[in-house]
């Protein structure tokens, strides 16, 4: 399977304390309609943690059915228990998405043999292509570059989304194996891109999806110049987008562009109203709002 372009990570709409499945659908056609390759339901920015396994599943299902081939699907089915990571990813294998998006195992820190046998056994119950998730900053525990290049080596393990904050890995990884790059952070996805990422798994284009789809097109067509232009002018809303922690904002900014309700899910909450200011501000000056 070819991983390019632009993947948006989706929100999970919530409306009293439910899924808001028609602000969902609406979303997903908006996005497709934008030209992205691909929606990631119940990634961090699907607010994975706090769905609980009903919800998780149906947002897959629901989002699979909405696009209807139309676009790539990776559903995010990682967990820190290698048991549930399988169980989410055969489910998601029967729904029929074209991928999974596996995190590194949280929280209890496994070891790298760890790492490697979790990501493996996974991607031999699924049968689905797998995305790997490198993400410290969340999961206290960096894919450590050999281990990439062990599980490279597994047909099913075809892509790494990057969100390590460190360009320098790109040129790592490509140089150690064979493997799809993609940009976790939108801020560096440009950088990436020039060292030979393939594209991004972005937040931003839940707000943005047509200029961060035609930013990483530009890349891939090597026309640098152009997509420097683009993320020179969303800068500002790539940075902002992580005033607080991930999903909180880029929520917020959908719900000022009459999206979204803002609604969260402890012990996710609402901006505090210098970060809200601030955020808002921010929109205005990109022409979001």
């Not at 994975?48 to 696009?67: A, M």
């Not at 999806?209 to 891939?220: C, F, G, K």
Request: a negative charge; charged letters at 20%.
């Amino acid at each position: 399977m070819d991983f390019f372009g632009c993947y948006t990570a989706i929100v999970t709409p919530f409306r009293d304390h439910e899924v808001d499945y028609a602000a969902l659908h609406k979303l997903v056609d908006e996005q497709i309609e934008a030209g992205v390759t691909g929606l990631v339901p119940v990634g961090t920015t699907g607010e994975s943690p706090t769905l609980n396994f009903e919800d998780h599943i149906k947002v897959i299902e629901r989002v699979n059915s909405w696009v209807n081939k139309r676009c790539q699907v990776i559903a995010g089915t990682g967990a820190n228990s290698t048991e549930e990571a399988i169980h989410l990813s055969k489910l998601a294998a029967e729904i029929g998405v074209d991928a999974t998006l596996q995190v590194s195992p949280y929280y209890n820190k496994p070891s790298a043999e760890g790492l490697y046998r979790h990501f493996n056994k996974v991607a031999e119950a699924s049968g689905l292509p797998m995305v790997l998730y490198n993400v410290p900053g969340r999961t206290g525990r960096e894919i450590p570059l050999d281990i990439v290049l062990r599980l490279s080596k597994i047909p099913l393990v075809q892509a790494i989304k990057e969100a390590s904050g460190n360009v320098d890995r790109v040129s790592a990884i490509l140089n150690a194996c064979d493997i799809t790059v993609l940009s976790g952070d939108d801020n560096l996805t440009l950088p990436m891109m020039a060292l030979g990422a393939k594209g991004v798994i972005s937040v931003a284009s839940n707000v943005i999806p047509a200029e961060i789809s035609a930013m990483a097109a530009l890349a891939l067509q090597g026309d640098f110049a152009a997509a420097l232009r683009i993320h020179r002018n969303f800068y500002p809303l790539f940075r902002d987008l992580f005033i607080e922690s991930n999903p909180i904002p880029v929520k917020a900014a959908l719900a000022q562009m009459g999206k979204i309700k803002e609604e969260y899910r402890l012990p996710l909450c609402e901006l505090d109203e210098g970060k809200r200011q601030k955020l808002m501000a921010t929109l205005k000056e990109v022409g979001v709002i």
